[in-house]
């Protein structure tokens, strides 16, 4: 009885503490946008929008009249108050951008949306008014730069050039951006990276890579130029194909009496603050755009092109290995197969080698050592195949053909793999029946012993029915060579679709893409922004090539659309799958919470192929 009465003063308490944090959550959730009324031009401020309940999904409108410098940038605060055994809980997501005013005038930015409780939530929207000159608030951002007149596209400008106009498809082109400048530039920020439908880019220049500097006269004036950055692009269709501008913010200095201050960055400390530009200068920020870019991108020659092409495209060399060539059966061996050379290494797939059927043969596991210089892509990649030999005897492994385009010559080249000779000896627990005379101990299986036939004479007697002759033992007669018919026939069925690549390759499609999710995850909790973009693209890339039978080399948006078309996949899925793919290559690049933008992006491609994978069956 006193047990009942502890229990009960313990849980009339729990039951009101219950109550109370209940009443906390049940506070009226707000989604509302803040922003300053009136700001200057050229000027840089916050817009904040905030909800106080757990949320996500957040979307956010079209921001055209302001330029985005960072952002969207989310946070979280929560609190938990008791008051009188009153428990009150609170939870505030927010998301931040920093934007800059571009011209003068009243506008009005739509309102945005964000998921709460299953529920779509709309904010307020926000007017902000642009005046000329200084505001009446301060700024948000503190920024040094100041409205001033306009600075000629004679002294600062961007180029864009290409190391080649008509490549191949496939072909290695490197696209070069330098600034121009016959004025100090003490800042700069790429604000926006050009949308490159039809390639497939790689970065060849990393954040630590020291600028190439130097000077150049064009019409008779002198400039500094420095290279900030430069890209790999490999066209995956023919035609003409269009690099579009890129967008780049500087903070150009103009002469000004008071004493200029130097700059943390080594590069323009060197490249600018010398007598070249003068001593003194004020801050001016300008929006710069490089020139576009046609290139004909000339389709690969049919003449001469085998069915062992896979879409290799440079100057290229291969060398095999294998770490055993005898080896007990049931012991594993390893066969590497390495690509090395100049060119598209990325694109190159797993050789088809022709292993002995008495071979188990895993999927292989791909080594990469790339190089990424301002040179361009080089480096090789590794095939490990794992090998179990089953049965023991002699075997060989027939060479390998790998077919690449040759772009020195024009032409179509094969190359060949070395032959292995493998020597299988008998396992542990293997072996096979020997025989000789009727002697019980001649008989044996090799590793095992086995009892002899019991020759004893047995007293049988008859009963009402025989087994033999009746029904039963036809059935039981027969089993065997039906049974033995089945296998024969489901083995024929099992080796034939496993000679159908293709169809193997549809099957284990979404198993290889989960794989590469699995390994982008880790990346995503090492923060490693390049290698888990790297694996993303290839999960997705990988996961249509695999999955209707098209080389990388011919993938493009265009190709996977209308693969997708052919199958009756929902339009807006097949939207959602491109833009997940465009948003693949814009990650290397976003502004703002990298983080976060690699958890939208890993969410993003997690539910297209599930649910493209939903759709296919």
């Given at each position: 009885?006193?047990?009942?009465?502890?229990?009960?003063?313990?849980?009339?308490?729990?039951?009101?503490?219950?109550?109370?944090?209940?009443?906390?959550?049940?506070?009226?959730?707000?989604?509302?946008?803040?922003?300053?009324?009136?700001?200057?031009?050229?000027?840089?401020?916050?817009?904040?929008?905030?909800?106080?309940?757990?949320?996500?999904?957040?979307?956010?409108?079209?921001?055209?009249?302001?330029?985005?410098?960072?952002?969207?940038?989310?946070?979280?605060?929560?609190?938990?108050?008791?008051?009188?055994?009153?428990?009150?809980?609170?939870?505030?997501?927010?998301?931040?951008?920093?934007?800059?005013?571009?011209?003068?005038?009243?506008?009005?930015?739509?309102?945005?949306?964000?998921?709460?409780?299953?529920?779509?939530?709309?904010?307020?929207?926000?007017?902000?008014?642009?005046?000329?000159?200084?505001?009446q608030q301060g700024n948000d951002n503190q920024g040094t730069a100041q409205s001033a007149p306009d600075i000629s596209s004679k002294n600062l400008f961007v180029k864009a050039s290409v190391?080649?106009?008509?490549?191949?498809?496939?072909?290695?082109?490197?696209?070069?951006?330098?600034?121009?400048?016959?004025?100090?530039?003490?800042?700069?920020?790429?604000?926006?990276?050009?949308?490159?439908?039809?390639?497939?880019?790689?970065?060849?220049?990393?954040?630590?890579?020291?600028?190439?500097?130097?000077?150049?006269?064009?019409?008779?004036?002198?400039?500094?130029?420095?290279?900030?950055?430069?890209?790999?692009?490999?066209?995956?269709?023919?035609?003409?194909?269009?690099?579009?501008?890129?967008?780049?913010?500087?903070?150009?200095?103009?002469?000004?009496?008071?004493?200029?201050?130097?700059?943390?960055?080594?590069?323009?400390?060197?490249?600018?603050?010398?007598?070249?530009?003068?001593?003194?200068?004020?801050?001016?920020?300008?929006?710069?755009?490089?020139?576009?870019?046609?290139?004909?991108?000339?389709?690969?020659?049919?003449?001469?092109?085998?069915?062992?092409?896979?879409?290799?495209?440079?100057?290229?060399?291969?060398?095999?290995?294998?770490?055993?060539?005898?080896?007990?059966?049931?012991?594993?061996?390893?066969?590497?197969?390495?690509?090395?050379?100049?060119?598209?290494?990325?694109?190159?797939?797993?050789?088809?080698?022709?292993?002995?059927?008495?071979?188990?043969?895993?999927?292989?596991?791909?080594?990469?050592?790339?190089?990424?210089?301002?040179?361009?892509?080089?480096?090789?990649?590794?095939?490990?195949?794992?090998?179990?030999?089953?049965?023991?005897?002699?075997?060989?492994?027939?060479?390998?053909?790998?077919?690449?385009?040759?772009?020195?010559?024009?032409?179509?080249?094969?190359?060949?793999?070395?032959?292995?000779?493998?020597?299988?000896?008998?396992?542990?627990?293997?072996?096979?029946?020997?025989?000789?005379?009727?002697?019980?101990?001649?008989?044996?299986?090799i590793g095992t012993d086995i009892r002899y036939i019991n020759t004893d004479i047995l007293n049988l007697r008859p009963v009402n029915m025989f087994l033999f002759g009746s029904i039963k033992?036809?059935?039981?007669?027969?089993?065997?060579?039906?049974?033995?018919?089945?296998?024969?026939?489901?083995w024929q069925k099992e080796l034939k679709k496993r000679g159908n690549i293709a169809l193997m390759r549809n099957k284990k499609a979404t198993g290889v893409a989960r794989k590469r999710l699995?390994?982008?995850?880790?990346?995503?909790?090492?923060?490693?922004?390049?290698?888990?973009?790297?694996?993303?693209?290839?999960?997705?890339?990988?996961?249509?090539?695999?999955?209707?039978?098209?080389?990388?080399?011919?993938?493009?948006?265009?190709?996977?659309?209308?693969?997708?078309?052919?199958?009756?996949?929902?339009?807006?899925?097949?939207?959602?799958?491109?833009?997940?793919?465009?948003?693949?290559?814009?990650?290397?690049?976003?502004?703002?919470?990298?983080?976060?933008?690699?958890?939208?992006?890993?969410?993003?491609?997690?539910?297209?192929?599930?649910?493209?994978?939903?759709?296919?069956?």
């Amino acid at each position: 009885m006193r047990m009942k009465s502890v229990n009960r003063k313990f849980i009339f308490p729990l039951l009101l503490l219950a109550l109370s944090v209940i009443s906390g959550y049940g506070q009226q959730v707000e989604f509302k946008a803040t922003a300053r009324d009136e700001v200057a031009v050229g000027e840089q401020f916050r817009l904040i929008y905030t909800v106080n309940a757990q949320a996500n999904g957040f979307k956010a409108p079209s921001i055209r009249d302001f330029s985005i410098i960072v952002g969207p940038n989310q946070s979280t605060s929560s609190s938990m108050q008791i008051i009188n055994n009153q428990v009150t809980r609170s939870i505030e997501y927010s998301y931040t951008f920093v934007l800059q005013a571009n011209k003068e005038g009243t506008f009005t930015i739509n309102p945005a949306s964000v998921n709460v409780d299953g529920k779509s939530r709309q904010s307020n929207p926000v007017t902000i008014k642009v005046v000329k000159g200084s505001p009446q608030q301060g700024n948000d951002n503190q920024g040094t730069a100041q409205s001033a007149p306009d600075i000629s596209s004679k002294n600062l400008f961007v180029k864009a050039s290409v190391n080649k106009n008509s490549p191949y498809q496939g072909e290695q082109v490197i696209v070069t951006y330098k600034i121009y400048t016959r004025i100090p530039v003490s800042e700069y920020s790429v604000t926006k990276i050009p949308a490159l439908t039809g390639f497939w880019t790689e970065n060849l220049m990393k954040d630590n890579t020291p600028l190439k500097q130097y000077r150049e006269t064009i019409n008779g004036a002198e400039y500094v130029v420095a290279e900030f950055k430069k890209d790999a692009l490999f066209a995956q269709k023919s035609g003409k194909l269009k690099i579009a501008p890129l967008e780049l913010d500087v903070i150009a200095q103009v002469e000004r009496k008071t004493k200029r201050a130097r700059t943390n960055d080594p590069f323009f400390d060197n490249f600018f603050n010398d007598s070249f530009f003068g001593s003194a200068y004020q801050n001016v920020r300008k929006t710069l755009y490089s020139n576009s870019i046609i290139l004909n991108v000339k389709p690969l020659p049919v003449a001469g092109k085998s069915n062992d092409f896979s879409g290799a495209v440079g100057d290229f060399k291969i060398t095999s290995s294998i770490d055993k060539k005898t080896v007990k059966a049931n012991d594993a061996l390893t066969l590497r197969f390495t690509v090395s050379g100049r060119g598209n290494l990325k694109f190159i797939d797993k050789p088809n080698i022709i292993f002995p059927t008495d071979f188990d043969v895993y999927d292989p596991r791909i080594v990469d050592n790339i190089n990424t210089t301002a040179s361009g892509m080089s480096g090789k990649r590794t095939f490990e195949f794992l090998i179990v030999p089953r049965n023991h005897g002699s075997y060989t492994i027939k060479p390998a053909s790998f077919v690449y385009f040759d772009l020195d010559n024009g032409k179509y080249k094969t190359l060949r793999s070395a032959e292995f000779k493998i020597t299988v000896e008998k396992g542990v627990g293997g072996g096979s029946y020997v025989g000789a005379g009727n002697d019980k101990e001649d008989f044996k299986y090799i590793g095992t012993d086995i009892r002899y036939i019991n020759t004893d004479i047995l007293n049988l007697r008859p009963v009402n029915m025989f087994l033999f002759g009746s029904i039963k033992f036809w059935i039981l007669f027969m089993l065997p060579f039906v049974l033995f018919i089945i296998f024969l026939v489901t083995w024929q069925k099992e080796l034939k679709k496993r000679g159908n690549i293709a169809l193997m390759r549809n099957k284990k499609a979404t198993g290889v893409a989960r794989k590469r999710l699995k390994a982008a995850e880790q990346y995503l909790k090492q923060g490693n922004q390049q290698s888990f973009c790297t694996e993303i693209s290839n999960a997705l890339w990988g996961y249509i090539s695999d999955k209707f039978n098209i080389s990388r080399s011919a993938l493009s948006i265009d190709s996977v659309s209308e693969a997708l078309q052919k199958q009756n996949v929902k339009a807006d899925l097949i939207s959602k799958f491109v833009s997940t793919l465009n948003n693949c290559e814009f990650a290397r690049f976003a502004p703002g919470d990298k983080s976060q933008v690699m958890d939208n992006l890993y969410t993003e491609a997690l539910q297209v192929i599930t649910q493209t994978e939903q759709e296919l069956k």
